[in-house]
């Protein structure tokens, strides 16, 4: 359908509306000689464009009551195609309905297309506001334009747009703060009712009516998103020649601002995903440098400020950590903002920068803006500081810096506040609710980097306390070079015939004796071929010098275990190979270092820090632990001469004997073993049934002293009732009841809980071991002995004579 026959169609309509509203003959024929004449409808169709081109009153109410919009609008479609076909002769500005028609269907996907366009160059909201107020202002033929921005969506904020061709160094755009008072853009955005006002116009709302002296005629429209939200107030104004803004004018204002809020839509999406995204990149970057990079907390806090000013697009920051103790929050790095420069990936591209000679500040909690945030944890958006009682405004006198807008939120870790971060004047506009939302997620982020890094300066400063306790310790549990050459030059005849007596008693000799008597034991077994003597010397004084002073636990024990040991390997030569016999030694020598007299189940009790590292086999990994301690000090590894593969089998072999001697390891590997005998399947060719008869070689001696002739095994027996004692009276001071046989007001349980112990332990140990060792027959014999005298004093016990073991002499 072509104009011509849109015009037709029109025709025909109101032909067919005339004669139903004609007072005569319009509405029935008339016959002339019998035969139906035509009337009205003979008029031709020129005379009705002629009636309605002279009534075009009669024209718009037809059309505005009978016809379609929907045909309507395609007739306007064509008409418009039409004339943009046809050369149009210069014409003063019209307001016409067919123009806002125009802009309606044939300007908006120009429009679309420009708004796309600029997305792709610069996805900014600001940007797209402006090409869409020069879209609205080139439409209706406006002088010129003014964009406020509405920060954060209020309407009693509101800063005046220059165009991107101002932006700052960053990207970010320029903006005039618009005084507060009663304009027409406040009262558009208040109201969000569009306002037409001409100079000269009398309107009580602008009793000061249009004030900028270029300006004659405004149009003044919000600018809103779907959701309802402020956008930003658009302002068109035109020159004292121009004609005034008509209603045809907001039509096509907001026929614009209807289509372009969908470009303003997917500009804040972007936004939004693009902050996101380099949120999300420097908490990358954050973890990052807490896992992999470990800084100083200073070095973390400039990280944190840096990026927290760039986040909000602040002029300068402070971060201040609070100080739970006094009360008071502190900063070592204040006031970033001029200092920091470069370029480093991890800070969002910005250098990192230490600080010069940091000088701490301090203030207590409650005090100024930031003391306030960190009293009451809120979050504080300041849009004028000076208006603001809680402001501090004696650092701007001294400094000449003038604070405006303040942000300031705090970082909280375990409920618990640690910090504030406070931002100081954004540099476009002020700071709106989408910087508190990316902060804050920002800051939870901070809190976890800033306790990390609390507790990383807290473990370093504890590893060199560490460092320097353990070189103190080391010092005085380390042998010194006087006992050394001492040892070496005091070295006397070898004892190895009395030595390896399973009887031999430690007794009768002093501590520095049994050190010489263990070097004897070891250079008769392993020679010095593949061992340094002086490392030899060392390594065994210092053992006797990590054994403490407890009542049997200590360094004579240590020494008769490892010459019990001895005494089997001297007679079971080639039954274990040279590097089991080297780990049943030292294991020997070394299986209770820094034992405190106490036992496992009681350090698992009393919650012992040793129990926290160890949960089975407590004491016996920490003897083993103290074992390599002493190897990795200076001049004491005697297994330095050995292979690599030789010395990790060596040290792997020592932690199994030391373990072995757990008891509670006892019972289960008793029970394999003794099985494995009954049935005939041991086999010194397995690894597993060698291990077996180790673990048990080293309980045999590790329980010796009832192996040993009465007057040392009585003489044992008293020192372990005093350690049990001990035990038991710490026990009662931590408010649980020992067992009966660490009760030292229970005497009489002595003789009883010996008979027990050898019965159930001892014998089948020996007994055992003698079954593949006959060599160790002695032992198990004279353990028999001692359990018939132990059996006599229990039977005396039971028959009513007290018997205090601590009291019995020798004989």
């Given amino acids: 359908?072509?104009?011509?026959?849109?015009?037709?169609?029109?025709?025909?309509?109101?032909?067919?509306?005339?004669?139903?509203?004609?007072?005569?003959?319009?509405?029935?024929?008339?016959?002339?000689?019998?035969?139906?004449?035509?009337?009205?409808?003979?008029?031709?169709?020129?005379?009705?464009?002629?009636?309605?081109?002279?009534?075009?009153?009669?024209?718009?109410?037809?059309?505005?009551?009978?016809?379609?919009?929907?045909?309507?609008?395609?007739?306007?479609?064509?008409?418009?195609?039409?004339?943009?076909?046809?050369?149009?002769?210069?014409?003063?500005?019209?307001?016409?309905?067919?123009?806002?028609?125009?802009?309606?269907?044939?300007?908006?996907?120009?429009?679309?297309?420009?708004?796309?366009?600029?997305?792709?160059?610069?996805?900014?909201?600001?940007?797209?506001?402006?090409?869409?107020?020069?879209?609205?202002?080139?439409?209706?033929?406006?002088?010129?334009?003014?964009?406020?921005?509405?920060?954060?969506?209020?309407?009693?904020?509101?800063?005046?747009?220059?165009?991107?061709?101002?932006?700052?160094?960053?990207?970010?755009?320029?903006?005039?703060?618009?005084?507060?008072?009663?304009?027409?853009?406040?009262?558009?955005?208040?109201?969000?009712?569009?306002?037409?006002?001409?100079?000269?116009?009398?309107?009580?709302?602008?009793?000061?009516?249009?004030?900028?002296?270029?300006?004659a005629h405004i149009l003044c429209q919000a600018v809103v998103q779907p959701d309802g939200q402020l956008v930003a107030v658009l302002e068109l104004w035109r020159r004292e020649h121009g004609a005034p803004f008509h209603?045809?004018?907001?039509?096509?204002?907001?026929?614009?601002?209807?289509?372009?809020?969908?470009?303003?839509?997917?500009?804040?999406?972007?936004?939004?995903?693009?902050?996101?995204?380099?949120?999300?990149?420097?908490?990358?970057?954050?973890?990052?440098?807490?896992?992999?990079?470990?800084?100083?907390?200073?070095?973390?806090?400039?990280?944190?400020?840096?990026?927290?000013?760039?986040?909000?697009?602040?002029?300068?920051?402070?971060?201040?950590?609070?100080?739970?103790?006094?009360?008071?929050?502190?900063?070592?790095?204040?006031?970033?903002?001029?200092?920091?420069?470069?370029?480093?990936?991890?800070?969002?591209?910005?250098?990192?920068?230490?600080?010069?000679?940091?000088?701490?500040?301090?203030?207590?909690?409650?005090?100024?803006?930031?003391?306030?945030?960190?009293?009451?944890?809120?979050?504080?958006?300041?849009t004028d500081a000076y208006s603001d009682h809680r402001f501090n405004r004696s650092i701007d006198q001294l400094t000449g810096y003038r604070t405006e807008s303040i942000l300031c939120m705090p970082i909280f870790i375990r409920g618990n506040i640690i910090g504030v971060v406070q931002m100081v004047n954004k540099h476009s506009g002020y700071f709106t609710k989408e910087d508190e939302e990316a902060f804050e997620t920002f800051a939870i982020y901070c809190g976890l980097a800033l306790h990390h890094a609390k507790l990383y300066d807290k473990i370093r400063r504890s590893e060199q306390k560490y460092r320097v306790a353990l070189e103190v310790l080391s010092y005085h549990n380390t042998c010194n070079e006087e006992e050394v050459r001492k040892c070496i030059d005091l070295e006397g005849e070898s004892r190895t015939e009395v030595l390896q007596n399973y009887y031999f008693s430690a007794f009768e000799y002093d501590d520095f004796q049994k050190v010489q008597f263990a070097i004897t034991m070891f250079t008769d077994l392993f020679g010095l071929n593949r061992f340094d003597k002086t490392s030899l010397v060392r390594f065994t004084l210092t053992v006797k010098k990590n054994y403490r002073r407890v009542p049997y636990h200590n360094w004579t024990h240590g020494f008769s275990v490892a010459n019990t040991m001895y005494s089997i390997l001297k007679r079971a030569r080639g039954v274990f190979k040279p590097t089991e016999c080297l780990a049943l030694f030292i294991g020997s020598l070394c299986h209770d270092l820094d034992h405190r007299g106490k036992n496992n189940k009681f350090m698992l009790d009393t919650e012992s820090p040793l129990a926290a590292m160890y949960s089975t086999s407590t004491m016996e990994h920490h003897h083993f632990n103290q074992t390599v301690a002493i190897l990795q000090q200076e001049g004491h590894n005697i297994f330095g001469k050995l292979s690599n593969t030789e010395y990790k089998q060596v040290l792997g072999l020592v932690k199994h004997c030391i373990l072995a001697t757990d008891l509670a390891l006892f019972f289960p590997n008793k029970a394999k073993l003794a099985q494995l005998v009954a049935e005939e399947k041991f086999s010194w060719s397995s690894m597993e049934h060698r291990m077996l008869i180790q673990a048990i070689a080293m309980t045999a001696s590790d329980l010796s002293a009832s192996a040993k002739p009465w007057d040392i095994q009585v003489e044992t027996v008293k020192v372990i009732f005093e350690e049990f004692y001990q035990q038991g009276d710490a026990e009662k001071a931590n408010g649980r009841q020992p067992m009966a046989m660490m009760d030292r007001n229970k005497p009489d349980e002595q003789a009883n809980s010996q008979v027990g112990f050898i019965t159930g332990i001892c014998i089948p140990c020996y007994t055992l071991l003698k079954n593949l060792i006959p060599d160790t027959q002695p032992l198990l014999d004279m353990c028999q002995q001692n359990l018939d005298k132990w059996q006599k004093l229990s039977d005396e016990v039971r028959h009513g004579n007290s018997i205090n073991i601590l009291q019995l002499n020798r004989d």
């Fill in 1 to 215: 359908m072509d104009v011509t026959a849109m015009w037709t169609t029109l025709t025909e309509r109101v032909i067919n509306l005339w004669k139903n509203r004609s007072p005569c003959n319009m509405a029935r024929n008339s016959k002339v000689n019998g035969i139906s004449q035509p009337n009205t409808d003979d008029v031709m169709q020129e005379q009705v464009t002629t009636f309605l081109r002279n009534h075009p009153d009669f024209l718009e109410h037809y059309i505005m009551e009978e016809v379609e919009l929907e045909q309507l609008e395609r007739w306007m479609i064509r008409r418009i195609q039409r004339s943009k076909k046809q050369p149009q002769p210069q014409q003063a500005r019209k307001t016409s309905l067919s123009r806002w028609r125009f802009c309606v269907h044939a300007d908006k996907r120009q429009m679309l297309q420009d708004l796309t366009h600029s997305l792709q160059l610069r996805p900014t909201r600001s940007h797209v506001l402006w090409e869409l107020g020069s879209c609205i202002s080139s439409a209706v033929g406006a002088d010129g334009f003014r964009l406020y921005l509405a920060d954060g969506g209020s309407p009693d904020i509101l800063s005046l747009y220059l165009g991107h061709e101002t932006m700052s160094e960053d990207g970010e755009p320029r903006l005039h703060k618009v005084k507060s008072g009663l304009t027409v853009p406040t009262y558009v955005a208040r109201t969000r009712e569009p306002v037409r006002l001409s100079r000269g116009d009398v309107d009580a709302r602008f009793p000061e009516g249009i004030t900028n002296k270029d300006t």
């Fill in 247 to 382: 209603e045809e004018d907001e039509e096509i204002a907001y026929s614009y601002l209807v289509w372009g809020a969908i470009a303003i839509h997917y500009a804040h999406l972007f936004l939004n995903m693009n902050k996101q995204r380099k949120l999300n990149d420097f908490l990358l970057a954050v973890v990052k440098s807490i896992f992999q990079d470990m800084v100083s907390i200073d070095m973390l806090v400039m990280k944190v400020m840096n990026f927290a000013q760039r986040l909000v697009d602040a002029d300068r920051a402070s971060l201040f950590l609070v100080d739970a103790k006094s009360k008071e929050l502190y900063a070592t790095i204040f006031d970033v903002g001029n200092t920091v420069g470069g370029g480093s990936a991890e800070a969002g591209g910005e250098e990192v920068r230490p600080p010069s000679t940091p000088k701490e500040i301090r203030f207590p909690l409650g005090t100024g803006i930031a003391g306030q945030v960190a009293l009451t944890g809120e979050v504080l958006n300041i």
